[in-house]
Every structure is written in structure tokens, then in C-alpha cells.
């Protein structure tokens, strides 16, 4: 997860040699139904759960309950078999993303008409969404230690989930993953966030049943445009006693 590293350190007209610590990137291959589906860059972490929530987000499974069996192998390949019920295609269309290694999203997803959330619950007070965000940064372990991860955590009422990973997808992925392991429901749920909330991060999080979403960085503009034609909360730039809400501020209580 964390490397030690030699490096030359300038400050102030002089240069050191030093060690500094760096996030660790890991290669990993997964495989479904014995065939090479997709390689990741990601944190040596939580592979079960990251794998699991990517192939929600890819529409290849709808729960858990879809996976017979996964298998971690020491040299970072995992080997996923289905539920014979399920019917895989692994060439189905994926649109090309913004995400820091090519990732991609099913095409369905960019479909709005997929999904409408109603003008209901969960409401949730502004000054307690701020007071979690302060939390959100006391999880973020190894961004303390490198700078070099993005943070993810799903609160509800009773339940707090949490993931880090070098990219922002896959800690979201994570996040899923873990969910759909413990058959939680995120409706009542809200999903805070380190990184920048572009379109295939909140179309991720409004197919997993996401209402709120609240970052301590920027949305994209087609990210509120989404928000917006979804009826989905989005607000971003949460810190300190300050945020931008961008839609659906009627989901979010002034107090």
C-alpha cells in the first residue's frame, strides 16, 4: 500500500537526498468465466470487494448473489465464475472515460431515461453532512502518509463503509463492492467523496441507488446536467463550513 523511496527533495535553493513515502499502484487481471476480461491500476486492497463493485458498475451482475466464486491469486490475478443464470457478454459497448487509467462505463449507463429518483427521502442537515466531511478526511490513512489516494465513504444511520484506493473509481467500486457483499441498501445512504465527480462517477453511484452525493472537490458540467435530469443531490467543494450544492438542495436541510 506504501512505499519508502530514495528521492532528491529541493527547498529553498538547496537540494537532499531523502525517502519519502508514495502510494503503491498495482497491476491487477481479472478474469470471468475463464476468459481475460479487464487489467485495473489500483491499491493492493480489498480486491474482492473492488472487483465485484466494477463489474456492478459494468452491468455484468445485479447483486452479489451473481458470483459463484471469486479467487485471489498471490500474483494479482483474480478469477471470477458467474452464476450459470447470468448471461455474459464481455464485448458489450463501453464508453471511454475521464478516469486517470482509460477507464470505461456500460453505454446503458449514460442513458438517463434509466433512472429518475423521486422528491423524497433521505433529507439530511447541511451542518451535519460538513461535520462528516471532516470525518471523511480522518479515514484517508494512506493520503495522510503519501497524497496520493482518494477516499471514499458511504454513511447511512447505522452504518458507516469505507474505501481508499489511488483512483477515484475504484475506491467508488470499492465502496459497491463491499455493499453488495453485505447486501446493504444505499438509498437511505450518503456517499461522500475526495475526488472530482465526473458524469460516470455519479451515473456509478445513482445505478447502485445513490441520492446524495457530496465531494470535498468539483462536479464536471455534465455531471449536473445529469444530476439535474436525474433529481439527484450533488454538491461539491464541501469544506470547512462551506459547499456548493449544484441539485436537488431540497434534499439537504438548512441547520
Do not use: W
Amino acid at each position: 500500500m506504501i512505499k519508502n523511496i530514495e528521492i532528491i527533495k529541493y527547498n529553498n535553493g538547496f537540494l537532499e537526498k531523502t525517502f519519502d513515502n508514495v502510494a503503491e499502484e498495482s497491476k491487477i487481471n481479472i478474469f470471468v468465466n475463464g476468459s481475460h476480461y479487464i487489467s485495473l491500476l489500483c491499491s493492493n486492497s480489498e480486491l474482492t470487494e473492488l472487483c465485484t463493485g466494477f463489474l456492478f458498475s459494468e452491468g455484468v451482475i445485479s447483486s452479489f448473489k451473481d458470483i459463484k466464486n471469486i479467487e485471489v491469486s498471490c500474483n494479482n490475478n483474480i478469477f471470477i465464475s458467474l452464476d450459470e443464470s447470468i448471461n455474459f457478454f464481455p464485448e458489450k459497448h463501453r464508453i471511454i472515460v475521464s478516469g486517470c487509467s482509460k477507464g470505461s462505463i456500460d453505454e446503458a449507463l449514460m442513458e438517463q431515461d434509466n433512472f429518475y429518483f423521486p422528491d423524497s427521502e433521505p433529507f439530511y442537515k447541511i451542518s451535519d453532512i460538513l461535520n462528516y466531511m471532516k470525518d471523511l478526511n480522518s479515514h484517508s490513512e494512506i493520503f495522510k502518509k503519501t497524497g496520493g489516494t482518494h477516499c471514499c465513504v458511504l454513511y447511512s444511520k447505522n452504518k458507516k463503509i469505507i474505501s481508499e484506493d489511488i483512483g477515484r473509481h475504484n475506491a467508488l467500486d470499492k465502496i459497491i463492492g463491499k455493499s453488495l457483499i453485505l447486501d446493504f441498501k444505499p438509498s437511505e445512504s450518503i456517499l461522500l467523496l475526495t475526488g472530482r465527480v465526473s458524469s460516470e462517477i455519479l451515473l456509478k453511484s445513482a445505478k447502485f441507488g445513490v441520492r446524495i452525493i457530496i465531494s470535498r472537490s468539483a462536479p464536471t458540467d455534465f455531471s449536473v446536467k445529469t444530476a439535474l435530469g436525474i433529481n439527484m443531490t450533488l454538491a461539491g467543494f464541501a469544506r470547512g463550513n462551506k459547499m456548493n450544492i449544484y441539485s436537488g438542495a431540497d434534499r439537504l436541510i438548512n441547520a
